[in-house]
């Protein structure tokens, strides 16, 4: 049988096991010899497992064991004995010892030390900073949050798609595009897979999501910005408006957040995070009416332009006290600040507006949408707006004059969202291995 077939984890050892010989493996958290005794905490995904080693019952194990460095990984072959002293209520007595690898020391991060590193010298050691549990548990509340997410796309029968990260045109504006070389041209790497989701809505997969790294040369160094995120991307066709597309998002969130509360209980709980789940609809607050709350509130932001991270913030705060709601849809956004976004459809009755939406959770934005411009012509004149070349958008444009039904969707930012979900201060905490202007390694 493979060894990890017989390794229990700890969390696997029950009262049952009391007497008999088990197998455990893991990381030496402590050992604490006192002279002819010693106890090794050993660590592993669930907890710690004591291992007790006695000198004068092997007396060549027990110089080993305390000859070994912290974070030594070693399989433990043993007898369980209930014990009232170990955390877990039980101990192993060990009969056999490997040492599967040695740790050196002085080590660069300490996985139990009291004080706390500073971020970037967890982020330089981020295996070792995951050895913590509550690291990890910030990894295993987004992989549920995903899940809550694929399950109301799964059941609203979007399908799950990859499009290409390297592309000949960006579509968010050429001042966040990262260039490459790609054999003999040039290329980017993808921003969103805006043209593409699209694209497809000429297909007949008219409903398709996409959840994958997207790429933002971002000039500021800020706590929620990263030059590498997670995208889910969603694109629907057949809808009316707007509107359509707001309610997919707010069954996602609703989806996810309601996944957290079961299958993330533990891990919530370890953070000492008590997650609300508010009940949709959420609130829709016109970005007019945004601007004069913001006013009242002695917060002066000129009609058509943007909110900016601290009118974000303010908002969150005032729609918390006017509605008590964690999580707003900011909606019709002014077409002068949707402009640059040369696929944003506008209100045929007032041009100067836009069905486009943000929603926002605690003061941060964490979705952008709308309906999209599917009328060729439209959507031409759009782009000589906005100065685009319209050749290197050639397949993206060709896909509107053979029936392209009305469409819309949206972009969500997994990493914003889970950094409001848990109130975590930087967004790098929700990143495994973050990129950002000065971070490329490792
Ligand atoms: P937008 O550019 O607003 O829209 O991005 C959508 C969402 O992606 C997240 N996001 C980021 N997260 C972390 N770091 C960044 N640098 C970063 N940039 C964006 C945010 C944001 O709300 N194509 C459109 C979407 C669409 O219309 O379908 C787009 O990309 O949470």
Redesign the pocket.
């Known amino acids: 049988m493979p060894v990890w077939q017989h390794i229990l984890y700890s969390a696997e050892i029950t009262a049952e096991h009391y007497g008999r010989t088990v197998s455990v493996g893991g990381w030496v958290q402590d050992i604490r010899n006192l002279g002819g005794i010693s106890f090794v905490q050993l660590r592993d995904r669930d907890g710690v497992v004591q291992v007790t080693a006695v000198k004068k019952r092997n007396p060549e194990l027990f110089a080993e064991i305390n000859s070994l460095q912290r974070e030594s990984v070693l399989l433990v072959r043993g007898t369980v004995k209930e014990s009232k002293e170990a955390r877990a209520g039980f101990e192993v007595l060990p009969e056999d010892v490997r040492v599967l690898s040695a740790a050196e020391s002085p080590q660069p991060l300490g996985v139990v030390d009291k004080v706390g590193a500073d971020l970037d010298t967890r982020l330089n050691n981020r295996f070792m900073d995951l050895r913590k549990a509550d690291i990890r548990a910030v990894f295993r509340i987004r992989a549920a949050a995903l899940q809550g997410v694929r399950d109301y796309l799964l059941s609203e029968s979007f399908i799950e798609v990859s499009t290409p990260k390297i592309v000949a045109a960006g ?2 504006g050429g001042a ?1 595009l990262f260039p490459i070389k790609y054999f003999d041209k040039s290329a980017y790497l993808a ?4 043209l593409y ?1 699209q694209n497809l809505m000429a297909s007949g997969l008219d409903r398709v999501y996409e959840i994958a790294p ?1 790429y ?1 040369a ?1 000039a500021s160094d800020t706590v ?4 590498e ?1 997670t ?1 889910l ?3 629907l066709a057949f809808i009316e408006s707007s509107e359509d597309v707001m309610a997919v998002a707010e069954g996602i969130v609703d989806s996810s957040l309601r996944h957290l509360l079961t299958a993330a209980k533990a891990d919530l709980d370890l953070l000492g995070v008590d997650l609300s789940v508010p009940e949709p609809p959420y609130p829709r607050i016109r970005y007019d009416d945004a601007i004069d709350l913001l006013a009242s509130d002695g917060m002066k932001i000129a009609h058509g332009d943007d909110l900016g991270t601290e009118g974000e913030k303010r908002l969150g705060d005032i729609v918390m006290e006017k509605h008590g709601a964690l999580l707003y849809f900011i909606t019709e956004f002014p077409t002068s600040l949707k402009r640059g ?1 040369f ?2 459809k506008r209100y045929d009755e007032d041009p100067e507006r836009t069905g ?1 939406f ?2 926002d959770y605690k003061g ?7 309906q ?1 411009e599917h009328r060729y012509d439209v959507l031409v004149e759009q782009m000589r707006e906005n100065g685009l070349d319209l050749e290197a958008f050639d397949f993206y444009l060709k896909a509107f004059r053979y029936g392209m039904p009305p469409h819309g ?9 889970v950094q409001k979900i848990l109130d975590l201060p930087n ?1 790098r905490e929700t990143v495994l291995y973050p990129r950002d202007r000065v971070r490329l390694v490792p």
């Not at 941060?364 to 709308?370: C, F, M, P, R, T």
């Not at 969707?409 to 969202?417: A, H, Q, V, W």
């Open positions: 579509a968010e966040t921003q969103s897979p805006q989701k997207a933002r971002e929620r910005h990263i030059a995120f995208s991307d969603v694109e976004t696929y944003a486009y943000d929603l941060q934005e964490i979705v952008s949408g709308g999209r969707g949206f972009g969500f930012g997994i990493e914003r969202y967004i």
